[in-house]
């Protein structure tokens, strides 16, 4: 087992720069109007927390290749999630 694959997710300088954009999201959300909580708003929190999620759940498989996977599927929640914000911001943007 390597240096690397013994640390805890926790360890990870990603994994906690994501839980801290997460924290971000969930503060930049909740000025979300209240009748998107169910919408919008639940995807983008999902999206996010993903993020941090697919990290961790990496780093605990055992293999390099399968942590690139999970880390490649935390890329594609940014990518979600980058989306989701745009569609919000559209309306803001028209103005």
Do not use: C, H
Not at 1 to 24: C, G, H, N, P, T
Not at 73 to 90: M, V
């Amino acid at each position: 087992m390597s240096a690397e694959k013994s640390r805890s997710y926790r360890d990870l300088r990603v994994w906690k720069e994501a839980i801290e954009f997460v924290k971000d999201v969930y503060v930049l959300t909740s000025r979300f109007p209240a009748n998107e909580i169910y919408g919008l708003t639940n995807q983008i929190r999902r999206a996010a927390v993903s993020i941090p999620s697919n990290i961790a759940e990496g780093q605990g498989r055992n293999s390099p290749k399968e942590f690139r996977q999970f880390l490649g599927i935390a890329l594609g929640s940014i990518g979600e999630l980058e989306t989701q914000l745009i569609i919000r911001l559209l309306p803001l943007l028209r103005k």
